[in-house]
């Protein structure tokens, strides 16, 4: 999935201050196109117009019409309220911000500026746009087309032969956007599992070399299951791999993917996540989550990780993702889980438990990451004992000798 190459970015900037207006200029005026407004009524002229600005910058205490009531116009019109509106202002209290958030802006920046704050924020929320903009057409195309499929499927005599061929050919798609299950670098190997409840489901597993000797990897668990599922899913992973090498950490990470995922959430889903990155050099593991189950740490006594973390990704922007630092010595792994692990059911309906999974761990010693994956997941097989599924199902395990 290719996004495709942006044009130079057309910003607004709203002041009526002349001398703010040639200072915003000369900052931005080498990296965007940059159209001024001395007032509400103009902004919202040039907003609407056929060649509307990607992003407005809007001052706060104007004379006639204040930046509250512009913004307020600018959500409430079809035409401009998907423009990403940023308070550029000197009203610096709590109750203000939050006031401009309430009201539909992305960001919210006290003046005096800071030159390097404010266009590392321009570039930030161009970027989430962007992303969004292209994803929600994306999957309004493949929401429509997989309605339309459907609906014609269901009128034929064949229509459940045939959506369940589809919905496999949909599996088939939808694992190619997953990483081998088998990985290593330099003295690092990771080897990974996946199965879903239904046909398609919307775990995923994500593995990534950063730079600086950095790996980056991941286990998450969207909300609900089958094809809506699936497609928050394709989002999730697009943007992690978009956003992960311009971050330092996966707290950071998460943060920049919980407030993409925000935009344009009208279905309410969300996505946990658990996360490391780790130095393959130092062995030094960073690690974040947002509302995903601990990872296991194996080597000597196996024990569950539980450390804080933050809310499941996309469903408010203001959250903040605790960071956890760690060293995974030689012959130790970490073993990264869904639910759909501990949760297994038997026949009887009880739980496998995170017990029983530990219990499992402590005759694996030091073994190899496929060896670990093995051995987890035959012993979910034998307790559910054939059960049907109620939750997708991920392991992933790092090692390094």
Known sequence: MMLPVPEKATLLVVDDTPENLTLMSGLLKDDYKVKVANGGERALKIAASESPPDLILLDIMMPEMDGYEVCRRLKADPRTSDIPVVFLTAKSEVADETMGLSLGAVDYITKPISPPIVLARIKTQLLIKRVSDFLRDQNAYLESEVKRRTHELLQSTLARQQLESDLKVALRLQRSMLPRPKFQLQNWQIEAFLKPAKTIGGDLYEYLPLPDQRLLFAVGDVSDKGVAAALFMVRVL??????????????????????????????????????????????????????????????????????????????????????????????????????????????????????????????????????VVAACLHAVETFTAGAEPNDDLTLLVISGG
């Open 238 to 371: 697009t943007l992690l791999r978009w956003l992960a090498p311009s971050c330092s950490d996966p707290a950071h990470l998460l943060q920049d993917l919980n407030r993409a995922l925000c935009q344009d959430n009208d279905a309410c889903m969300f996505v946990t996540l658990g996360m490391g990155f780790l130095d393959l050099q130092s062995r030094q593991l960073l690690y974040a989550s947002g509302g995903h189950e601990p990872p296991v740490l194996l080597g000597g006594t196996p024990r569950l990780l539980e450390l804080s973390g933050g809310p499941a990704l996309g469903l408010t922007e203001a959250a903040d993702f605790p960071l956890h630092q760690l060293r995974l010595e030689p012959g130790q792994s970490l073993i990264l889980l869904s639910d759909g692990v501990a949760e297994a059911n038997n026949p009887m309906q009880a739980e496998f438990g995170f017990e029983r999974l530990l219990t499992t761990c402590e005759a694996l010693g030091q073994s190899p990451p496929a060896r």
